[in-house]
């Protein structure tokens, strides 16, 4: 096809000219290059070198990089029923083509004489990785098992996409028009706004929306469900949309439980013919933890430390609920976030309403690139570059080095939500990654995807707080991306990074909103332009760990039910996926799961992401990345140069380093130590325990 920008196009994708039609074409020529490897590689009669056996393996990469990886991204930021049928076409096409070269057996012989030879440290890790990697793709199995191996993957890999499409489509179908302001007592008015703008434009209006008579739409999407719920004086208009959205993608057209229990019963039968014996010993054969038993008893410690905290949590919101006459009868689940959002204004005399009036998106942004800046020595800039977006939000940023004054990277800013096509969540995901090539160094580009509160009319975004932790958190992915000094496209930023230390740059990030120069320099009051109080700010950091210790047990409610699902329960047998869930909460939830909880049927990171049999991942890398910040206040955050030390320090380990080192070996490089859990318990409040 003439003019296809998929085909034979090198930098930046054109995003504005990429339309459904050009997919297919595009994974024909790319087809046609998989071919052709396997055919030089069958023919094979070089000498092995580094050169001769990777370098074109990773021209492959990049071709699929280039060629198809713009089609995965539209997917998940501009999805519509055209580019899903396309999508959905070739995807089987796709994911033989990986098979076909993981199983290769040539390749897999050339890897082994590879490793064999004097390659450096750097090198020996990708070729270990890459001979792991064909096992755990069935390099090994013959006939049937062979078969059988390729029709699982097949099929899971079309299982995760209908997965994402279901849980998109059936947010999509949901809303809920409110026209009797009575309804939306308790709202506030930034609130009454959005969600009048939100009619409006749903509808097609061209009047201006009136956010004082309405109507107001609601959606099941986080910036419009997640205020409702905690400002809402409605009760029954809370608890219908908790448990819409607690049900959400488990019924009708949209219904994801049989595709759950599918997925579960390939996953163990995968892990079987590779001959583990479940499908979280295969997930954690590529880890940072030594084993399952070792995660059991990691994420079980942490619940020890959590319980009793959250018992004492729990009781206190109900005993202020009653106290103060909100409640009557017992704190239900829909009452949770209205009610733990009174009591926090109480406590610490806080009004979230009031605190995001001072965090406008572009402050923030810019506050962001200043810390960036002092600590890691780089300059973040909006680019003047005529660049194609898939939206008219999307800002494009280069990074470049203070020392060099090089450009080192760029990335994608798309920050608003848009649930009418583009899936919830946040995430930082890969554009282009850094390699040498015989043109010269490629520079690493990265999107960083948030789904925040759009801007109203035309005043900018305000953001609560969670999303300015949430932008922190998705940058520090970036950073990694974006950052890294490896030359190997297989080892740079997060490649070859092991799954469960990848969340340390992220996590590590957010620990800068609460330092006080920090987050001072990033806000601005939306109508008079003044400063975040320091009395506020006293307020932030006071209630940082306000019921911590419930939302920690939430996340190990969530590791223990994934790592049973892949480790001790049968798919095959009676037991449900929900029976799991509600058992793993006896022992750990203080606030037992309604019965109809079919939260799973949405749980995209396990069933659709990176995430099975690893969503320990976030508490297992918090422990790396607490003890990694401890390290910038034992030095002392108040003193620049320290912290440009240190920064420095961080950046030319954890976040140059990248894939090239096992990821244990980086923090120690960096901390001088092991890894300890102190920094974490004493950050989240609960070392005393």
């Known amino acids: 096809m003439q003019n296809n920008p998929l085909i034979g196009h090198h930098g930046l994708p054109l995003f504005e000219k990429i339309f459904p039609e050009h997919i297919e074409p595009a994974v024909a020529v790319l087809q046609k290059k998989v071919d052709d490897l396997l055919k030089h590689f069958e023919t094979f009669t070089e000498k092995v070198t580094w050169e001769t056996v990777m370098g074109p393996m990773a021209q492959l990469d990049q071709d699929f990089q280039q060629g198809f990886s713009p089609v995965g991204h539209l997917l998940g930021v501009k999805n519509s029923p055209e580019l899903r049928a396309a999508y959905e076409k070739v995807q089987p096409q796709i994911v033989q083509m990986g098979l076909e070269l993981d199983q290769n057996k040539k390749i897999f012989s050339l890897l082994t004489e ?9 090198q020996k890790r990708i070729v270990e990785a890459k001979l792991r990697d064909a096992r755990n793709s069935g390099v090994a199995l013959e006939g049937e098992k062979k078969k059988r191996f390729s029709e699982i993957s097949q099929r899971l890999s079309q299982l995760s996409t209908n997965f994402n499409n279901h849980v998109l489509d059936a947010t999509k179908a949901f809303e809920l028009i409110i026209t009797d302001k009575k309804d939306m007592a308790g709202l506030p008015q930034s609130f009454l706004d959005q969600s009048a703008q939100a009619y409006a434009q749903h509808k097609g209006l061209k009047a201006s929306p009136d956010a004082e008579k309405g109507p107001w739409r609601l959606s099941l999407d986080f910036p419009s469900y997640g205020p409702f719920m905690k400002y809402a004086e409605n009760r029954e208009l809370r608890e219908k949309l908790y448990r819409t959205r607690l049900t959400l993608a488990s019924s009708g057209e ?3 439980t049989g595709i759950t229990r599918e997925i579960l019963q390939l996953r163990s039968e995968k892990a079987k013919l590779l001959g583990f014996k479940t499908y979280a010993d295969l997930s954690v054969s590529s880890k940072m933890a030594p084993g399952v038993p070792e995660i059991y008893k990691f994420l079980k410690d942490i619940r020890s430390a959590a319980k009793k905290p959250s018992e004492n949590e729990m009781a206190e919101l109900t005993q202020y609920a009653k106290s103060k006459g909100i409640l009557k009868d017992e704190l239900k689940h829909w009452d949770f976030a209205y009610v733990s959002e009174k009591y926090r204004e109480e406590k610490f005399k806080i009004n979230e309403e009031e605190v995001k009036q001072y965090f406008q998106f572009p402050k923030v942004v810019q506050g962001l690139f200043q810390i960036t800046k002092k600590a890691f020595g780089v300059d973040v800039r909006e680019s003047q570059a005529d660049v194609q977006k898939w939206h008219p939000d999307v800002r494009f940023y280069e990074v470049w080095d203070e020392k060099t004054k090089k450009q080192i990277a760029a990335f994608f800013l798309d920050p608003y939500s848009r649930p009418e096509n583009k899936r919830g969540g946040a995430w930082m995901n890969e554009c282009i990654s850094r390699r040498m090539t015989k043109d010269g160094l490629e520079i690493p580009v990265a999107y960083l995807i948030c789904n925040g509160t759009p801007p109203v009319g035309n005043k900018p975004s305000m953001m609560p707080f969670s999303e300015v932790t949430t932008l922190f958190h998705e940058f520090g992915h970036g950073l990694q991306h974006m950052l890294t000094t490896v030359e190997f496209p297989e080892a740079a930023g997060i490649h070859g990074v092991e799954w469960d230390a990848v969340e340390l740059p992220s996590q590590f990030m957010e620990n800068w909103c609460y330092h006080k120069e920090t987050l001072m320099g990033m806000t601005s009051h939306i109508d008079t332009g003044a400063q975040l109080p320091e009395e506020i700010f006293n307020k932030l950091v006071a209630e940082k760990n306000y019921l911590e210790a419930y939302s920690t ?6 590791a223990l039910t994934d790592m049973d699902l892949h ?3 049968d798919p095959f047998g009676d037991e449900t996926i929900f029976d799991v869930f509600q058992n793993v909460a006896k022992e750990t939830s203080v606030m037992a799961p309604l019965k109809e909880d079919r939260f799973l049927c949405a749980f995209g990171h396990i069933f659709a992401g990176g995430y099975a049999a690893g969503y320990y ?14 390290a910038f206040e034992e030095r002392g955050l108040e003193d620049k140069k320290s912290v440009n030390e240190q920064g420095l320090k961080f950046r030319n380990t954890v976040l140059a380093m990248g894939g090239s080192k096992h990821p244990l070996d980086v923090f120690k490089e960096f901390r001088g130590r092991e890894p300890q859990i102190d920094a974490l318990l004493r950050h989240s409040g609960l070392a005393s325990t």
């Open 114 to 122: 590879l490793n064999q030879q004097n390659l450096n440290s750097v």
């Open 254 to 256: 949209f219904d994801n």
């Open 553 to 558: 047990l939430r996340q190990v409610l969530f």
């Open 567 to 569: 480790h001790s329960y």
């Open 617 to 630: 991942s976030y508490k297992w890398a918090e422990v790396l990345s607490a003890d990694a910040f401890a």
